[in-house]
């Protein structure tokens, strides 16, 4: 390690995504010293490539829609496995959050008569998800970083978090290092915010992109006395794409569908009439990425692994006005016109519905001066998530946790600091950044997705997750054995050697949860229990020395359940 920098602050956020801003945010309004690392740029944050929109209860388009049905809709697409009380709260909340982002200067697209518009996504009843440009995560992003400017929020991009400090079981801080130039930082802070995504990265095929959600919020949480909810719950894209292989898994929007396009298998077959005669391709997500799942598995997919979504029969004038991102995306990354040619896809790993156990009410963790928010944390999306809704899910709880950091903060009289923790972390990095074994780091990497793809992915069953198990022993045992290469680039070689232990973890954590799921329940899907158990509406807790236990989840109030009803897709399926 070269040089070492030394700060103070009352809380650390670790992550610069929309949850880690907003939760920045609103320490700063409130006067609060804070700081905000991130180990990509904050522009470039993962938040800004989601799409479609954000959902909030504001009746704009459908007076009589109402926070109790937004809640009703996400538990009921959750398969009863999301917290009622988290639930309650993004629903209740979500009005502000949209308020919050006007107040920030954000625009919202508007009808003519001034009113937000918002539109029909997914599994909702009512028309409730806002939206603004071609990418509303994006908007949100530039939003939340101008408001951030505003009140000269501290951020340090390319910043990697390696651990958090810990004394007498209560955070202090956290160690890291400059991905650029591998400056050492040691910094103290009353709190510490959790927001650096999930572990979407160790599949095969992911939208995330190589540095993003490799697990790092739960190895940091886990490492430092925390626990895992739910991590063998992962949705799976029905539509990423295979190729280039550096960009393998990028999306094709479901609008792509919802606008008359067609799924066929290597043989020229629309599949979706096995699985879904009534709804085809206007399925849900999760039947549809199931579906195609199974025609690859089971050799009628195509040469590469894949198969096909066509658009090709539909007027060039739709395509481009109804499809342009689409239309971008497959002609960057492959120069392939699709209002003439296929396309070719496969189900690709998109979001982490389990992750850092949390408080339903604060999202405070089993850790004192700890919290979790975004797609770090659980209790939202159960077994489904619900379109729009984790980008609603980052404001309500970056404005709740903010305020909560702000609180314990203020409550400290003292602080236990520890010496040896600081030694301790400091050594670790200096110890990787020296090693000289023979394992390469990325190929260590890729044979992580390889085992969750092949073991751990759409489809499972109790002997290839054994397998999966038995395979990354093996890995884990290698990887005490790597070697590190800072090169001209900076220190990529020491984060992705970071980036593999957090990826060896949170594999771990997927494969020991999924083994215990015997049932087939929303996202997860196993061959060998095809049934959903009501034993197992239960939330599964991971822990690196307990394994798996279950824990209860609350009943649903009934204003709640009530409304809990079938909801048509006719019409609605988009991104």
């Not at 496995?81 to 200067?105: C, N, S």
């Not at 071609?134 to 390696?162: C, F, K, P």
């Not at 991905?179 to 999930?198: F, K």
């Not at 094709?252 to 009534?278: C, H, V």
């Amino acid at each position: 390690m070269r040089k070492q920098r030394q700060i103070s602050t009352s809380v650390l956020v670790i992550g610069t995504g929309g949850s880690g801003l907003r939760a920045a945010i609103e320490l700063a309004e409130a006067g609060v010293d804070v700081l905000a690392v991130g180990k990509r740029p904050r522009s470039d944050a993962h938040t800004s490539l989601a799409a479609g929109g954000i959902n909030a209860a504001l009746g704009t388009m459908d007076e009589e829609d109402s926070w109790q049905q937004h809640a009703a809709d996400t538990l009921k697409e959750s398969y009863l496995l999301a917290d009622p009380r988290t639930v309650q709260v993004v629903a209740q909340g979500a009005q502000r959050g949209i308020e919050d982002l006007e107040r920030y200067g954000m625009n919202f697209a508007r009808e003519e008569d001034g009113r937000i518009s918002q539109r029909f996504f997914g599994a909702h009843k009512f028309r409730r998800t806002a939206f603004a440009g071609d990418y509303t995560g994006l908007e949100i992003q530039r939003t939340l970083i101008r408001r951030a400017e505003q009140l000269d929020v501290r951020i340090l991009d390319t910043m990697y978090v390696t651990r958090l400090l810990v004394e007498d079981g209560k955070i202090f801080g956290a160690y890291g290092f400059d991905v650029n130039d591998g400056t050492g930082y040691l910094i103290y802070a009353d709190a510490v915010i959790l927001a650096a995504g999930g572990h979407t990265r160790i599949w095969r095929r992911t939208s995330s992109r190589r540095d993003e959600n490799t697990g790092d919020s739960w190895r940091l949480a886990v490492e430092a006395g925390a626990r895992l909810r739910d991590p063998e719950l992962v949705q799976f894209h029905p539509s990423g794409i295979i190729e280039p292989e550096n960009a393998a898994g990028t999306l094709i929007s479901e609008a792509a569908r919802g606008e008359g396009g067609i799924l066929t298998n290597a043989a020229g077959e629309r599949f979706m009439q096995r699985y879904d005669p009534q709804r085809m391709e206007l399925s849900t997500r999760d039947r549809v990425a199931l579906a195609a799942y199974t025609e690859i598995q089971q050799g009628r997919g195509t040469e590469k692994g894949g198969v096909w979504l066509d658009v090709s029969h539909l007027p060039r004038k739709v395509i481009m006005e109804r499809l342009p991102r689409v239309y971008q995306t497959v002609m960057e990354l492959q120069m392939r016109d699709i209002t003439e040619q296929k396309i070719e896809i496969a189900p690709t790993a998109h979001y982490s519905m389990g992750g850092v156990w949390v408080d339903p009410l604060t999202h405070a963790t089993e850790v004192p001066g700890l919290f979790a928010i975004g797609e770090a944390s659980s209790g939202l999306h159960g077994a489904n998530r619900l379109g729009g809704n984790s980008l609603i899910e980052l404001l309500v709880f970056g404005r709740i946790v903010g305020q909560e950091a702000a609180a314990y903060s203020r409550s400290l009289v003292s602080q236990p600091r520890s010496a040896a923790a600081v030694a301790a972390a400091r050594d670790e990095v200096d110890g990787l950044q020296a090693a000289q074994g023979h394992e390469n780091v990325r190929a260590l990497q890729r044979a992580i997705r390889d085992v969750m793809t092949e073991h751990a992915g759409v489809l499972r069953d109790e002997a290839g997750l054994l397998a999966g198990l038995a395979k990354l022993e093996q890995i884990e045992e290698r990887i005490k054995n790597i070697g590190i290469h800072p090169d001209i680039a900076g220190f990529q070689d020491l984060s992705h050697a970071f980036d593999l232990k957090s990826s060896a973890l949170a594999a771990r954590a997927t494969l020991e949860a999924a083994l215990e799921r015997r049932e087939t329940r929303g996202c997860h899907n196993r061959s060998d229990y095809p049934l959903t158990d009501p034993q197992l509406q239960v939330n599964l807790v991971w822990s690196a020395q307990g394994g798996v236990v279950r824990e209860a989840i609350p009943q649903i109030p009934e204003e709640i359940a009530q409304l809990m009803t079938e909801v048509s897709q006719e019409g609605k399926l988009v991104e």
